[in-house]
């Protein structure tokens, strides 16, 4: 009886070494000795947390140096992100502060942090902007910072596994001009031609870094793995410029330093479409210059593509990164179908009557002093209705992609139904304040807050009741807002007759 031969053994994985030593031998020929050497003297030093400040819940000047104060951080402004810092030190890891949790800072690598800043928001009031893989969502609360809050943001992606992730980031951070969908990137070019005013394409990659993080990890990639991710993103640009309106700007960028999936992608688009596409030149947009490569040993790149921020590591103490902007001065050819329809009634959805629009607002003034028709007027925003669940939605949304299948629309103010019973003659109110809504805009109510004593915020924070709540006079069934003596949002606690009920999520506690 013939013996079966036995199966080699899978080759072993590479390790991390391994990688980066790979990675640096096909990268050396790229720098100069000078800045190679410079290079392997930054993979040495720690890569430091970074934060960008929510500017829709906190000042950044005065949030960080708050914050530097209570944690003991030694912070870093970002050079390029003006809400951008480094922790370079902290007796405790930056994401177990209450801020963090309330959603008033974005834990972030400071790489990240450039491709949102390159593009000009100031001179449009309310932009469209389309982010096209957004997941799981850093970029896309960046965005909703920067056009503050007014206009939207179209967040896309196309994994079903990496959407959670983004509504729950946008929700965090109290995002309301915002929508999640779940589509192929390649098909917006098609569905909505020259429609945004700026297109986020902060494209898959194989992450060849050099520097690594929890989310941008080195892995081995493959040529042909490599030469498949390069293609898909030269679609996805295709795409994104497609649906860009003439003389909008275009972000490009990756988390790779690999030339295939940077300068030759650009490159591929410029051939595409020939006098209609402009490459910024970010060379002062930056405190040095960072060029992209005239060249990778191989072929040499249109001039054209140097006008391109290449982030070797030790420009900017970061992992490696790429970012172009691009502006579209010219419409462009490309085959056109319509996009899915399924108005937002077909989805359960009903705008909110205006009768009771004006009693939403009345129970918002007279229960927490804040001013709903200011904010609804100002941010250009409607409400809406699904079940017993009441949202703020952007109004530009309405208006140009209603039909448009999304994951997550807008934001919740409030829940219908929880109580309805009489205190005092007084109608105690049927619905209920939701976490996102108190988180964004409780600091500035003026009525319906608890403050809790210094010696009972850790037991709070911790998920606890509140048995021997501080002397108040709000009625029992209702939801206050709770802070600290400091002033900190600690979310919402429902008033009972013998304590206050903690109403924080679960994931926050």
């Known amino acids: 009886m013939a013996r079966r031969k036995k199966k080699s053994a899978a080759p072993a994985p590479e390790s991390g070494a ?3 030593q790979a990675a640096l031998e096909r990268y050396r020929p790229l720098l100069s000795e000078n800045d190679f050497a410079a290079l392997l003297a930054e993979l040495d030093r720690p890569l430091y947390p970074a934060l960008r400040v929510n500017t829709l819940k906190a000042d950044p000047a005065q949030a960080i140096e708050t914050w530097a104060s209570r944690y003991g951080w030694q912070v870093q402004p970002v050079p390029y992100c003006p809400t951008g810092y480094r922790v ?28 949102v800043e390159l593009f000009d928001f100031d001179e449009l009031d309310a932009p469209l902007v389309l982010d096209m893989a957004a997941s799981p969502g850093g970029k896309t609360t960046h965005i909703s910072s920067r056009i503050r809050d007014r206009g939207l943001v179209l967040a896309n992606d196309s994994s079903a596994d990496r959407i959670t992730a983004l509504r729950i980031v946008l929700n965090n951070y109290g995002a309301i001009s915002a929508a999640a969908a779940r589509f192929p990137g390649e098909k917006y070019g098609a569905w909505f031609p020259e429609t945004f005013d700026r297109v986020l394409l902060d494209a898959p990659c194989s992450m060849q870094g050099l520097k690594t993080t929890e989310s941008h990890p080195m892995r081995p990639i493959t040529e042909k793995e490599q030469s498949a991710l390069a293609q898909r993103q030269a679609r996805l640009l295709a795409s994104g410029f497609q649906a860009l309106k003439t003389g909008g700007q275009l972000v490009y960028s990756t988390c790779t330093l690999a030339p295939e999936e940077n300068e030759a992608v650009l490159e591929t688009l410029l051939q595409a479409y020939p006098g209609a596409v402009e490459i910024v030149d970010l060379s002062t947009r930056l405190p040095v210059p960072a060029p992209a490569l005239a060249a990778d040993g191989e072929r040499a790149f249109d001039p054209r593509v140097q006008r391109a921020a290449r982030l070797w590591p030790h420009r900017f103490g970061t992992a490696g990164f790429f970012a172009a902007l691009l502006i579209k001065t010219a419409p462009v050819t490309a085959e056109t179908e319509p996009p899915p329809d399924r108005p937002l009634e077909q989805a359960g959805m009903r705008p909110v009557p205006p009768r009771e629009g004006r009693e939403i607002s009345a129970w918002l003034q007279k229960d927490y002093g804040f001013d709903l028709d200011t904010l609804l007027e100002a941010q250009d925003l409607e409400l809406w209705q699904r079940q017993e669940k009441i949202y703020a939605v952007p109004s ?66 911790r998920g606890e009741d509140l048995h021997s709540p501080p002397a108040h006079t709000l009625p029992k069934g ?10 900190r949002n600690l979310g919402r606690g429902r008033i009972l007759h013998d304590r206050v009920k903690n109403l924080l999520p679960a994931r926050l506690i």
């Not at 370079?88 to 491709?115: F, N, V």
């Not at 009489?422 to 109510?445: I, T, Y």
């Open 478 to 487: 209702f939801i206050a807002l709770v802070t600290d003596p400091a002033g």
């Open 88 to 115: 370079t030190e902290s007796p405790a890891p930056i994401s177990q502060t209450i801020e963090h949790r309330m959603g008033q800072y974005y834990i972030q690598d400071a790489a990240s942090m450039l491709p």
């Open 18 to 20: 391994d990688l980066l």
């Open 396 to 461: 530009l949304f309405t208006r140009h992609f209603r039909g448009l299948p999304v994951q997550r629309l807008g934001l919740l103010l409030a829940e219908e139904g929880q109580t309805g019973r009489v205190l005092s003659h007084r109608v105690l109110s049927h619905r209920v304040l939701s976490h996102e809504w108190a988180a964004r805009f409780g600091p500035g109510f003026t009525r319906g807050k608890l403050v809790l004593a210094e010696d009972q915020v850790a037991g709070w924070l």
